[in-house]
Nanobody
Framework: QVQLAESGGGLVQPGGSLRLSCARSGDTVTLSTMGWYRQVPGKQREWVASITNSRSRAYADSVKGRATISTDNGMNTVFLQINSLNSEDTAVYYC??????????WGQGTRVTVSS
């Protein structure tokens, strides 16, 4: 089992920045991808960004140019920085990972509210 714990959410003013963290614990397994999704109540969870174990990065159009996903060498922690936040970034952000065996794990989520 792999556990994921997100942190860094909260209230942010429009135009501000935030940096979310997701720490991995549990079984030592090889990860192929770590990423972030977000969900607004009443809507489907949407993909935000992902990074592979070869450090290939991808971003949703909604955050491209404003977001940076990164990880430490062992993929034990993944970070998501988003700049120029707006109200549409308000959501619960979830960390996810896929192991090399194809299993997917999710964190409990961290809430981000963009409001003045």
């Amino acid at each position: 089992q792999v556990q994921l714990a997100e942190s860094g959410g909260g209230l942010v003013q429009p135009g501000g920045s935030l940096r979310l963290s997701c720490a991995r614990s549990g079984d030592t397994v090889t990860l192929s991808t770590m990423g972030w999704y977000r969900q607004v109540p009443g809507k489907q969870r949407e993909w935000v960004a992902s990074i592979t174990n070869s450090r290939s990065r991808a971003y949703a159009d909604s955050v491209k140019g404003r977001a940076t996903i990164s990880t430490d060498n062992g993929m034990n922690t993944v970070f998501l920085q988003i700049n120029s936040l707006n109200s549409e970034d308000t959501a619960v952000y979830y960390c996810t990972t896929m192991t090399s065996a194809g299993r997917t794990y999710w964190g409990q989520g961290t809430r981000v509210t963009v409001s003045s």
